[in-house]
């Protein structure tokens, strides 16, 4: 069955979910290299080493790439820090999960330039935009269910108010520190000052340290 008809009926084989995996491994380096405005579909297919047929099989255009990609790292990164979270149990230790979120979150240059392109990109279309909105909810719920969740009061600051308002503070945290990174690309200092951040928007003050 070919690539093409495996689209038609829905059926999906090893080898095209090998080569959809092949795809956006390619474009990630590329729209890392390059910037996404300035990659054509071309130069995907050749990183890949596919033909256009074998991305227009898997994609239709290259935002649907480019979205897929981002969608791919959002969701590995919302899964980060839904497991870091959920090593405590009932019992939610801030200060201890805030070491563990910031040691295996994501802090890649190279993704960190992917997603301010597909943040820029996202401000000027209206429907990337909501989409854009709806993963970066996604990752404030899974956020938020967990510090609700928690047994027992949580000592948050008073002015966060509740856990809705918290995981808003924890991501923006992320937002500002990654921005950061971009320009001294020292990674290191990078999740010292996310621990940092977030142990103070956490707690306040009362917590064992």
């Avoid at 839904?82 to 979120?101: F, N, Q, Y």
Wanted: with cysteine; net charge negative; aromatic share 6%.
């Amino acid at each position: 069955m070919t690539e093409q008809n495996e689209r038609a009926t829905g059926r999906v084989t090893r080898r095209r979910v090998r080569t959809r995996a092949n795809l956006l491994d390619a474009a990630f380096a590329v729209f890392a290299a390059k910037g996404f405005g300035r990659v054509s579909i071309e130069e995907v297919c050749e990183a890949a080493g596919y033909s256009r047929g074998a991305f227009y099989s898997n994609f239709a255009t290259l935002d649907e790439l480019f979205f897929a990609l981002y969608q791919e790292r959002a969701d590995l990164i919302a899964q980060q820090v839904a497991d870091a979270l959920a090593g405590d149990g009932p019992d939610l230790d801030v200060p201890a999960s805030v070491d563990r979120v910031t040691e295996v979150l994501l802090l890649d240059l190279d993704w960190l330039l992917v997603k301010t392109d597909f943040l820029v990109h996202a401000a000027r279309d209206p429907v990337v935009a909501q989409t854009l909105l709806e993963q970066r909810a996604r990752l404030r719920r899974a956020i938020a269910d967990r510090l609700a969740r928690a047994r027992g009061p949580l000592p948050l600051p008073a002015v966060l108010g509740d856990a809705d308002s918290a995981a808003h503070a924890v991501v923006a945290a992320y937002d500002g520190v990654t921005t950061q990174l971009l320009l001294d690309k020292d990674v290191d200092a990078a999740r010292a000052w996310l621990k940092q951040l977030l142990t103070a928007l956490l707690t306040d003050g009362s917590a064992p340290q």
